[in-house]
């Protein structure tokens, strides 16, 4: 007999920071607080008294000594919403202040309050030098992001077409840099028609971003968005930096890291989000030391945040268009028109996964073809039936993930089978899983739909056989192209255009498996003809790495 009245379950959820307080919003001892003490200085604060403001950059860390600090965001109106407070003992921030982004939310004495005031540059020699400290201040960041994008505040607001190409891409775009947002569905959302009406919107305006601070952007480039949210850099072009490091998928961010850390001044130039290729990864299984598996998001923004904590700085939403290799320093040149010069150039813009060569692809590029599958994308895919293409890991955990989600899933690949390309235990998931079917020797020759995707049609190479199914989403996992455009004539590159290491032209070995074919330019990653293309080599290459720039930088100490 059931009792009706009875509460819903409830469903625990060990990732969220609100189950977690001790460590989202941990309260110091007092001989931590004395340290803290030391990197900067006590001060009154009338109640009532702004201590930093959305849209700001580097502001200030505070511990509370005496009163409450509030933290909040203001409303359509301009009213603060309150939606967290500090009490004696614990401290203000969260991931931004590790860099030079914009705060996303405000600050205020809620009452005449005392207060520990820590400047940004004082506060990195603090997290850099008190291990236990700054371990406790980390854990909290991450926790505090992670709770403000579970609840929105401090974000923006998206408005358009789920299965829009444009809306994808903004929202792929926030999504990957860990930044608050609610995203409001034109296609499904009920809200979403009286918000048009109110903006007198017109369907073809759409997607719009919405900002607290009133900020309202039409359909903007991936780049104007960034600019806008406060996520770039400004690059002092006559600054010379020891390190730039180009990409920030796993073999970028560990040479970033590893740098950083061994005190090279050190910046990461990014063109989308952290991560790269493996950032898309719903869950990898096999790397170490993460027995229940790991998002590559989660592990890119771990990774982020460690090269931060280190002092790395990071410029995200900037591709690399050019580099001077007549002469050194090396001068970089970014597709916004900014440069940087640096003494070390390590190369890590990874590979792109190959395009499929059928009539009529680029027109369902984002409309339905895609090259991750994350939560973001598999929300597209709910109670439908969805292809993958592709033979390798990428592909493997993208199907058993989309399995959770899709009415079926479907593996195209053209050769006889997963078991050269495929790790076991995913090859072993696929078979025993009722959810996916396996078709092997086939190829996808007819994509049809309208505004978006809506069949596929598939061929048997050896029968001939065609199969048609009502798919509205198809993930392409096939190959890779390195990113190597930007390079020019400046390094040799192989048949393929990945970048030739650890030998001259001549055969004569460097001293270094990743130097390249110029001096204090090196190579890590998937972009290296002849890597391993695994997330635990790629981080590896990207550790080793720097012990090579080292004697570049210093031979008399080689």
């Known amino acids: 007999m059931s009792d009706e009245s009875a509460s819903p379950?409830?469903?625990?959820?060990?990732?969220?920071?609100?189950?977690?307080?001790?460590?989202?919003?941990?309260?110091?001892?007092?001989?931590?607080?004395?340290?803290?003490?030391?990197?900067?200085?006590?001060?009154?604060?009338?109640?009532?008294?702004?201590l930093f403001e959305r849209g700001q950059r580097g502001v200030d860390f505070f511990v509370v000594l005496e009163g409450l600090i509030e933290i909040f965001e203001r409303d359509k109106h301009g009213q603060p919403n309150v939606f967290t407070m500090h009490a004696a003992r614990q401290f203000s921030g969260e991931m931004n202040l590790l860099n030079r982004r914009s705060i996303m939310v405000s600050a205020r004495a809620a009452v005449d309050s005392r207060v520990i005031?820590?400047?940004?540059?004082?506060?990195?020699?603090?997290?850099?030098?008190?291990?236990?400290?700054?371990?406790?201040?980390?854990?909290?960041?991450?926790?505090?992001?992670?709770?403000?994008?579970?609840?929105?505040?401090?974000?923006v607001v998206l408005v358009g077409p789920g299965h829009s190409a444009d809306t994808l891409r903004i929202?792929?775009?926030?999504?990957?840099?860990?930044?608050?947002?609610?995203?409001?569905?034109?296609?499904?959302?009920?809200?979403?028609?009286?918000?048009?009406?109110?903006?007198?919107?017109?369907?073809e305006q759409l997607p719009v971003v919405i900002c607290?601070?009133?900020?309202?952007?039409?359909?903007?480039s991936t780049a104007q968005l960034a600019d806008e949210l406060g996520l770039t850099e400004t690059i002092d072009p006559q600054h010379l930096y020891d390190?730039?490091?180009?990409?920030?998928?796993?073999?970028?961010?560990?040479?970033?890291v590893y740098a950083a850390s061994e005190g090279l001044s050190t910046?990461?130039?990014?063109?989308?989000a952290p991560g790269g290729q493996a950032g898309t990864s719903s869950k990898i299984e096999n790397y170490l030391g993460f027995p229940t598996g790991i998002s590559g998001q989660a592990l890119a923004g771990r990774a982020q945040a460690q090269a931060q904590k280190f002092g790395a700085r990071m410029a995200i939403s900037r591709h690399a268009s050019g580099i001077d290799c007549s002469q050194q320093p090396y001068r970089l040149q970014l597709d916004d028109g900014q440069s940087l010069l640096a003494r070390?150039?390590?190369?890590?813009?990874?590979?792109?996964y190959r395009k499929l060569d059928v009539p009529g692809y680029e027109r369902f590029e984002g409309e339905g073809i895609?090259?991750?599958?994350?939560?973001?994308?598999g929300q597209l895919c709910k109670n439908e039936e969805v292809v993958v293409v592709g033979g390798g890991n990428s592909a493997g955990q993208a199907a058993v993930f989309l399995s959770r989600i899709a009415r079926h899933v479907h593996i195209l690949v053209r050769s006889n089978g997963l078991a050269a390309t495929m790790s076991d235990y995913l090859v072993q998931r696929i078979a025993l899983s009722a959810d996916i079917t396996l078709h092997t020797r086939s190829e996808v020759v007819a994509l049809e739909g309208d505004d978006r995707l809506r069949t596929v049609t598939w061929r048997h190479r050896d029968s001939g056989e065609l199969t048609q199914r009502p798919v509205g989403n198809m993930f392409v996992m096939i190959g890779a192209e390195p990113n190597t455009d930007w390079l020019g004539d400046c390094l040799a590159l192989d048949p393929h255009g990945f970048v030739l290491s650890g030998r001259c032209a001549d055969g004569h070995l460097l001293d270094s498996p990743y130097a390249t074919t110029k001096p204090g330019i090196f190579a890590v990653g998937d972009v290296r003809a002849g890597s391993v293309k695994r997330v635990a080599s790629g981080v590896g290459e990207g550790s080793v790495v720097i012990q090579a720039v080292h004697r570049y930088l210093h031979p008399e100490a080689s």
């Open 171 to 203: 929202e792929r775009f926030l999504v990957r840099n860990g930044y608050p947002h609610r995203l409001i569905d034109t296609e499904l959302d009920p809200d979403a028609d009286g918000l048009v009406e109110c903006f007198q919107l017109k369907r």
């Open 9 to 50: 379950e409830v469903v625990y959820d060990p990732t969220d920071p609100m189950r977690r307080k001790e460590q989202t919003f941990p309260r110091l001892s007092l001989e931590m607080i004395q340290r803290i003490a030391t990197y900067g200085e006590e001060e009154s604060v009338p109640g009532g008294t702004l």
């Open 344 to 352: 070390v150039v390590i190369v890590a813009t990874g590979a792109r």
């Open 243 to 256: 390190v730039a490091v180009i990409g920030a998928g796993p073999a970028g961010l560990a040479a970033s």
């Open 212 to 220: 607290p601070e009133h900020c309202f952007l039409q359909n903007p």
């Open 370 to 377: 895609h090259y991750a599958a994350t939560a973001m994308e």
């Open 117 to 155: 005031r820590v400047h940004p540059e004082a506060f990195r020699r603090m997290v850099g030098a008190e291990a236990d400290i700054s371990e406790i201040i980390m854990r909290a960041f991450i926790l505090r992001r992670v709770g403000l994008i579970r609840t929105g505040y401090g974000g």
């Open 267 to 272: 910046i990461v130039i990014e063109g989308l």
